[in-house]
């Protein structure tokens, strides 16, 4: 199947300052990739869409300056998180589809923990 | 807007066959899809339903009712490692088929020995 990858696993940071996280589609094109925020033992949760070469489409009430999207390419997405306080500490999981499937490919997580 | 609806916690023994249902209020979707996650790994792919009726991929079954507004996932032969949280998701029409889902809250299933 087709995979997808998320970098880093792990981060921890300070108070203040930003992070990125990447998510690469290996072996296929992501027309549309997702980002979603995971909380202990809870659902996952939509943040914004990213198309390839356009604007992200936020959910509603996450602000969009402080997680910021890029899609630059077909295989890469990217999330910073700016100015980053301990309450964005969560589990942070990308995915991806393929152009007219409906199967999402999910990345493995990347832990944020903001000290 | 969607919401969808699941039992919180499922708990079966090895061997048996379990059902987890999906209740949900929503304004239209192309299709309603099951994911597996794993305690702190990536959600994965089970089922999809487009059209009523059932869908059989091996052990696993999903089902869809339209009218009912309602579909479940069925586990056969449950085994240890079906031992996981499973989300049903919708792609809401108006997301325009960009493959958006919503999911639910997740039912943890527990099997014991």
């Known amino acids: 199947g087709a995979v997808v990858s998320q970098h880093p696993s792990r981060v921890i940071c300070k108070s203040g300052t930003s992070v990125k996280i990447e998510c690469r589609s290996l072996d296929f094109q992501a027309t549309t990739m997702f980002w979603y925020r995971q909380f202990p033992k809870q659902s996952l949760m939509l943040m914004a869409t990213s198309n390839e070469g356009s604007k992200a489409t936020y959910e509603q009430g996450v602000e969009k300056d402080k997680f910021l999207i890029n899609h630059a390419s077909l295989t890469l997405s990217t999330l910073t998180v700016t100015s980053a306080h301990p309450e964005d500490s969560s589990f942070y999981i990308c995915s991806a589809t393929d152009r007219g499937k409906y199967e999402q490919y999910f990345g493995p997580g990347t832990r944020l923990t903001v000290t | 807007g969607q919401s969808l609806e699941q039992p919180s916690e499922v708990t079966a023994v090895e061997g048996a066959i379990v059902q987890i249902n999906c209740t949900y209020q929503t304004s239209g979707f192309y299709g309603l899809s099951w994911y597996q996650q794993h305690d702190g790994g990536a959600p994965t792919f089970l089922s999809y339903?487009?059209?009523?009726g059932l869908e059989e991929t091996g052990r696993f079954s999903s089902f869809l009712s339209r009218s009912d507004s309602y579909g479940y996932l069925l586990l056969q032969e449950l085994q240890m490692k079906d031992s996981a949280s499973y989300f049903c998701?919708?792609?809401?029409?108006?997301?325009?088929?960009?493959?958006?889902?919503?999911f639910g809250q997740g039912t943890t299933l527990q099997v014991k020995p």
């Open positions: 998701a919708v792609n809401p029409l108006a997301s325009g088929n960009t493959g958006k889902l919503i």
């Open positions: 339903n487009a059209l009523d």
